[in-house]
């Protein structure tokens, strides 16, 4: 579940939403729309230790550009292009 709430209604009453940002994310809109999601901190930690970095192709790394040229599928999800 998620608790949406304006953002002077967020001012108001900070305790109450603070609170309830460690159990699910809090959505504060301004102006009619959502602005910030606040969360709770395990929630964020989650979330920064599952981001992923991208690349454009010009910008990558050469050891992962290396990788990536050398890496192999292994033999139990190689498909069989033969058996058509």
């Known amino acids: 579940m998620t608790t ?3 953002a002077t209604d967020f001012q ?3 305790g109450l939403f603070h609170d309830r940002a460690q159990r ?3 959505m504060i809109m301004k ?3 959502v ?3 606040m969360i709770g901190i395990e929630e964020y930690e989650r979330l920064k230790r599952s981001e992923r970095r991208a690349y454009r192709i ?6 992962l550009v290396e990788a990536i040229a050398t890496a192999e599928i292994p033999p139990e999800h190689r498909v069989d292009e033969t058996s058509d």
């Not at 010009?58 to 050891?63: A, F, I, S, T």
């Open 31 to 33: 102006h009619s729309r």
């Open 58 to 63: 010009r910008d990558m790394p050469e050891d």
């Open 4 to 6: 949406t709430v304006s």
């Open 35 to 37: 602005s910030v999601v």
């Open 24 to 26: 699910e994310p809090v």
């Open 12 to 14: 108001k009453k900070f």
